[in-house]
T-cell receptor
Framework: QQQVKQSPQSLIVQKGGISIINCAYE??????FPWYQQFPGKGPALLIA?????SEKKEGRFTISFNKSAKQFSLHIMDSQPGDSATYFC?????????FGPGTRLSVLP | KAGVTQTPRYLIKTRGQQVTLSCSPI?????VSWYQQTPGQGLQFLFE???????NKGNFPGRFSGRQFSNSRSEMNVSTLELGDSALYLC????????????FGQGTRLTVV
Protein backbone atom coordinates (compact mmCIF):
# COMPACT_ATOMS: atom_id res chain seq x y z
CA GLN A 1 0.00 0.00 0.00
CA GLN A 2 3.00 2.21 0.42
CA GLN A 3 4.08 1.73 -3.19
CA VAL A 4 3.92 4.20 -6.01
CA LYS A 5 3.96 2.62 -9.46
CA GLN A 6 5.43 4.55 -12.37
CA SER A 7 5.48 3.96 -16.11
CA PRO A 8 7.08 3.84 -18.55
CA GLN A 9 10.53 2.88 -17.31
CA SER A 10 12.07 4.74 -20.23
CA LEU A 11 10.75 7.12 -22.84
CA ILE A 12 12.16 8.47 -26.07
CA VAL A 13 10.52 11.54 -27.56
CA GLN A 14 11.37 13.76 -30.49
CA LYS A 15 12.12 17.42 -29.86
CA GLY A 16 8.87 19.35 -29.76
CA GLY A 17 6.81 16.32 -28.81
CA ILE A 18 4.80 15.62 -25.68
CA SER A 19 6.28 13.43 -22.94
CA ILE A 20 3.79 11.68 -20.67
CA ILE A 21 4.72 9.80 -17.50
CA ASN A 22 2.12 8.05 -15.38
CA CYS A 23 1.97 7.13 -11.71
CA ALA A 24 -0.49 5.23 -9.57
CA TYR A 25 -0.83 4.78 -5.84
CA GLU A 26 -2.97 2.81 -3.40
CA UNK A 27 -2.73 4.61 -0.09
CA UNK A 28 -5.55 7.13 0.17
CA UNK A 29 -3.70 8.81 3.05
CA UNK A 30 -1.25 10.31 0.57
CA UNK A 31 -2.04 13.99 0.23
CA UNK A 32 0.81 15.64 -1.60
CA PHE A 33 2.21 14.53 -4.97
CA PRO A 34 5.44 16.08 -6.27
CA TRP A 35 7.47 15.32 -9.35
CA TYR A 36 11.23 15.47 -9.27
CA GLN A 37 13.74 15.79 -12.09
CA GLN A 38 17.18 14.34 -11.68
CA PHE A 39 20.21 14.83 -13.90
CA PRO A 40 23.19 12.46 -13.67
CA GLY A 41 25.38 13.26 -10.69
CA LYS A 42 22.82 15.61 -9.17
CA GLY A 43 20.18 15.32 -6.49
CA PRO A 44 16.50 15.32 -7.46
CA ALA A 45 15.08 18.79 -8.05
CA LEU A 46 11.46 19.61 -7.32
CA LEU A 47 9.71 20.25 -10.62
CA ILE A 48 6.03 20.64 -9.84
CA ALA A 49 3.62 19.34 -7.20
CA UNK A 50 -0.10 18.94 -6.68
CA UNK A 51 -2.51 18.32 -3.84
CA UNK A 52 -5.52 16.01 -4.33
CA UNK A 53 -8.11 18.78 -4.15
CA UNK A 54 -6.90 19.99 -7.58
CA SER A 55 -7.31 18.05 -10.83
CA GLU A 56 -4.65 19.84 -12.84
CA LYS A 57 -1.72 22.15 -12.27
CA LYS A 58 0.36 23.79 -14.96
CA GLU A 59 3.73 25.49 -14.68
CA GLY A 60 5.22 26.52 -17.98
CA ARG A 61 5.64 23.45 -20.16
CA PHE A 62 4.96 21.07 -17.26
CA THR A 63 1.46 19.93 -16.29
CA ILE A 64 0.29 17.50 -13.62
CA SER A 65 -3.05 15.81 -14.15
CA PHE A 66 -4.55 14.23 -11.04
CA ASN A 67 -7.39 11.69 -10.90
CA LYS A 68 -8.29 11.16 -7.27
CA SER A 69 -10.93 8.49 -7.86
CA ALA A 70 -8.56 6.41 -9.98
CA LYS A 71 -5.63 7.16 -7.67
CA GLN A 72 -3.50 8.14 -10.64
CA PHE A 73 -1.52 11.18 -11.62
CA SER A 74 0.61 12.03 -14.59
CA LEU A 75 3.23 14.48 -15.76
CA HIS A 76 2.96 16.02 -19.21
CA ILE A 77 5.93 17.85 -20.71
CA MET A 78 4.86 19.91 -23.66
CA ASP A 79 7.26 20.92 -26.44
CA SER A 80 9.89 18.56 -25.03
CA GLN A 81 13.48 19.75 -25.40
CA PRO A 82 16.82 17.89 -25.37
CA GLY A 83 17.57 19.70 -22.09
CA ASP A 84 14.60 17.87 -20.54
CA SER A 85 16.49 14.59 -20.90
CA ALA A 86 16.72 13.34 -17.32
CA THR A 87 15.17 10.85 -14.94
CA TYR A 88 11.78 11.82 -13.56
CA PHE A 89 10.40 10.55 -10.28
CA CYS A 90 6.87 10.85 -9.05
CA UNK A 91 6.36 10.75 -5.32
CA UNK A 92 3.60 10.68 -2.77
CA UNK A 93 3.72 12.02 0.73
CA UNK A 94 1.86 10.68 3.71
CA UNK A 95 2.90 11.95 7.08
CA UNK A 96 6.52 12.99 7.15
CA UNK A 97 8.17 10.94 4.43
CA UNK A 98 7.92 10.43 0.69
CA UNK A 99 7.40 7.25 -1.25
CA PHE A 100 9.00 7.47 -4.67
CA GLY A 101 8.19 5.80 -7.93
CA PRO A 102 11.04 3.87 -9.59
CA GLY A 103 11.72 6.64 -12.09
CA THR A 104 11.39 7.21 -15.83
CA ARG A 105 14.42 7.91 -17.95
CA LEU A 106 13.42 10.45 -20.58
CA SER A 107 15.50 11.02 -23.70
CA VAL A 108 14.51 13.84 -26.01
CA LEU A 109 16.06 13.50 -29.44
CA PRO A 110 17.19 16.67 -31.24
CA LYS B 1 19.35 31.52 -0.09
CA ALA B 2 21.80 28.64 0.00
CA GLY B 3 20.52 25.20 -0.91
CA VAL B 4 20.97 21.92 0.88
CA THR B 5 24.64 21.12 1.34
CA GLN B 6 25.93 17.60 1.70
CA THR B 7 29.50 16.68 2.52
CA PRO B 8 31.54 14.97 1.40
CA ARG B 9 30.46 14.53 -2.22
CA TYR B 10 32.37 11.31 -2.67
CA LEU B 11 33.64 8.64 -0.29
CA ILE B 12 35.42 5.35 -0.72
CA LYS B 13 35.42 3.03 2.28
CA THR B 14 36.40 -0.54 2.98
CA ARG B 15 34.01 -3.24 4.15
CA GLY B 16 33.66 -3.24 7.92
CA GLN B 17 34.50 0.41 8.33
CA GLN B 18 32.05 3.05 9.43
CA VAL B 19 31.17 6.34 7.76
CA THR B 20 29.54 9.63 8.72
CA LEU B 21 27.78 11.84 6.20
CA SER B 22 26.71 15.41 6.84
CA CYS B 23 23.76 17.49 5.68
CA SER B 24 23.16 21.20 6.19
CA PRO B 25 19.55 22.09 5.39
CA ILE B 26 18.24 25.29 3.92
CA UNK B 27 18.25 28.06 6.49
CA UNK B 28 15.04 27.99 8.50
CA UNK B 29 14.18 24.41 7.57
CA UNK B 30 13.77 22.16 10.57
CA UNK B 31 13.06 18.82 8.93
CA VAL B 32 15.82 16.71 7.40
CA SER B 33 15.16 13.38 5.72
CA TRP B 34 17.70 10.90 4.42
CA TYR B 35 17.32 8.64 1.40
CA GLN B 36 19.39 5.92 -0.21
CA GLN B 37 19.41 5.80 -3.99
CA THR B 38 20.59 2.74 -5.91
CA PRO B 39 19.96 1.64 -9.50
CA GLY B 40 18.16 -1.49 -8.33
CA GLN B 41 16.06 -0.16 -5.46
CA GLY B 42 15.51 3.44 -6.47
CA LEU B 43 14.99 6.07 -3.79
CA GLN B 44 14.38 4.57 -0.38
CA PHE B 45 13.55 6.48 2.77
CA LEU B 46 15.97 6.04 5.65
CA PHE B 47 14.74 8.37 8.40
CA GLU B 48 13.54 11.86 9.14
CA UNK B 49 14.58 14.25 11.88
CA UNK B 50 12.70 17.24 13.18
CA UNK B 51 13.85 19.42 16.06
CA UNK B 52 16.62 16.98 16.96
CA UNK B 53 14.21 14.04 17.21
CA UNK B 54 13.86 11.11 14.87
CA UNK B 55 10.26 11.34 13.78
CA ASN B 56 10.05 8.59 11.19
CA LYS B 57 12.16 5.62 10.15
CA GLY B 58 12.31 3.42 7.08
CA ASN B 59 13.12 -0.27 6.82
CA PHE B 60 16.86 -0.24 7.16
CA PRO B 61 19.01 -2.20 9.63
CA GLY B 62 20.25 -0.66 12.83
CA ARG B 63 23.67 -0.10 11.24
CA PHE B 64 22.11 3.00 9.76
CA SER B 65 21.64 5.77 12.29
CA GLY B 66 21.40 9.50 12.35
CA ARG B 67 21.10 12.56 14.48
CA GLN B 68 20.19 16.19 14.21
CA PHE B 69 21.77 19.10 15.97
CA SER B 70 20.16 22.21 17.40
CA ASN B 71 21.05 24.18 14.26
CA SER B 72 19.11 21.55 12.20
CA ARG B 73 22.26 20.15 10.63
CA SER B 74 22.07 16.39 10.43
CA GLU B 75 24.50 13.53 10.25
CA MET B 76 23.99 9.99 9.09
CA ASN B 77 26.20 7.16 10.24
CA VAL B 78 26.61 3.72 8.74
CA SER B 79 28.58 1.18 10.77
CA THR B 80 30.13 -2.10 9.64
CA LEU B 81 29.89 -1.18 5.98
CA GLU B 82 28.83 -3.81 3.47
CA LEU B 83 29.35 -3.83 -0.30
CA GLY B 84 25.60 -3.37 -0.72
CA ASP B 85 25.75 -0.04 1.08
CA SER B 86 27.34 1.50 -2.00
CA ALA B 87 24.84 4.11 -3.08
CA LEU B 88 24.05 7.78 -3.46
CA TYR B 89 22.87 9.09 -0.10
CA LEU B 90 20.58 12.08 -0.37
CA CYS B 91 19.22 14.37 2.23
CA UNK B 92 16.18 16.56 1.80
CA UNK B 93 15.18 19.54 3.88
CA UNK B 94 11.78 21.07 4.38
CA UNK B 95 10.26 23.65 6.66
CA UNK B 96 8.33 21.33 8.90
CA UNK B 97 8.20 18.04 7.04
CA UNK B 98 4.52 17.34 6.77
CA UNK B 99 3.06 18.49 3.46
CA UNK B 100 5.74 21.03 2.71
CA UNK B 101 8.07 21.13 -0.22
CA UNK B 102 11.25 19.12 0.15
CA UNK B 103 14.52 20.13 -1.44
CA PHE B 104 17.34 17.70 -2.04
CA GLY B 105 21.06 18.12 -1.79
CA GLN B 106 23.42 16.80 -4.44
CA GLY B 107 24.11 13.71 -2.40
CA THR B 108 27.13 11.81 -1.16
CA ARG B 109 28.31 9.01 -3.41
CA LEU B 110 29.53 6.21 -1.14
CA THR B 111 31.52 3.35 -2.61
CA VAL B 112 32.33 0.38 -0.39
CA VAL B 113 35.18 -1.83 -1.62
Amino acid sequence: QQQVKQSPQSLIVQKGGISIINCAYENTAFDYFPWYQQFPGKGPALLIAIRPDVSEKKEGRFTISFNKSAKQFSLHIMDSQPGDSATYFCAARGGQNFVFGPGTRLSVLP
Amino acid sequence: KAGVTQTPRYLIKTRGQQVTLSCSPISGHRSVSWYQQTPGQGLQFLFEYFSETQRNKGNFPGRFSGRQFSNSRSEMNVSTLELGDSALYLCASSLTGANTEAFFGQGTRLTVV
